[in-house]
């Protein structure tokens, strides 16, 4: 019997957003109103917490407004692909100034994108948590970009979590940026690597610092390069690049850094 996702709620808002999302995913769907029987194929339901407590079946997955929409689609999918109540994930995360991950569950992706700055693991971390929580879960962190990755492990370990740092040669397919950072977080996370206790030093190199300088210039239209103080800031996860641009301009009319999406290529840092 072909297991499906049952959308069951009366909120309009919802249901269009989950109703489109399923449509584009190609996800097996009903639709329901809470109180009505749910069919045995059911594999989970999506429906508002309100909601929640007037619908009966094991498998209930709460969608808040502001919820993290990564970790909800991962679980979506998990229930459909897997009986497996307990089986583990595995997280590959490919460092950058927006690191590309992959969630994998047996071997199957399960979830991918990228994440808008290395400051967003530890978040990410607590969605999957709570989205899993009888699940073990295995971050695997790629060795490239330094600055990026150093931050991204420090948070992980910071919130107990298991993080192995992957040598990532041969990951890195050719090809546009992110689908490349997607597929290299899937290659990551199928590469054992090398199990990580302590705190890593954040020690962002002159490279590094020239780089976000560079980027800083780029995304201000030559109107300003921001101070290497700010620059060290900044890789250290103190402050956004948005936000130092912003300071060095005095505010006026500060825009939004596009170039935060460009890699560090300079780098290079023992592990």
Avoid: K
Wanted: aromatic fraction near 2%; charge should be positive; hydrophobic fraction near 40%.
């Amino acid at each position: 019997m072909a297991r499906c996702v049952a959308l069951v709620t009366r909120d309009p808002a919802l249901y269009a957003e989950m109703a489109g999302t399923l449509r584009e995913r190609g996800l097996p769907s009903i639709s329901l109103l809470p109180g009505q029987r749910i069919p045995e194929r059911v594999a989970v339901v999506l429906t508002r917490p309100a909601e929640a407590a007037e619908i009966s079946h094991s498998h209930i997955l709460a969608v808040a407004e502001d919820g993290d929409r990564p970790s909800l689609w991962a679980a979506v999918l998990y229930a459909l692909r897997t009986h497996d109540a307990r089986g583990g994930l595995i997280v590959g995360i490919d460092p950058g100034p927006r690191p590309g991950y992959a969630i994998l569950s047996g071997g199957t992706c399960i979830g991918e994108g990228v994440l808008e700055t290395p400051g967003d693991g530890a978040q990410f971390a607590n969605h999957l948590r709570r989205r899993f929580t009888s699940h073990p879960i295995l971050f695997r962190v790629g060795s490239g970009d330094p600055p990026a990755r150093n931050r991204l492990v420090n948070d992980l370990l910071a919130s107990a979590r298991a993080v192995e740092l992957v040598d990532e040669q041969g990951t890195t397919p050719r090809g546009s940026r992110r689908p490349r950072d997607m597929v290299a977080a899937r290659r990551i996370a199928q590469t054992p690597g090398r199990p990580i206790r302590g705190r890593l030093t954040l020690c962002p190199t002159a490279g590094a610092i020239a780089d976000v300088q560079r980027r800083s210039r780029i995304g201000s239209d030559g109107r300003v390069t921001i101070p290497r103080t700010a620059a060290h800031r900044v890789l250290c996860g103190e402050l956004t690049l948005t936000q130092a641009v912003a300071d060095a301009l005095g505010d006026r009319a500060a825009p939004s850094i596009v170039s935060d999406r460009d890699r560090t290529s300079s780098v290079h840092e023992p592990l």
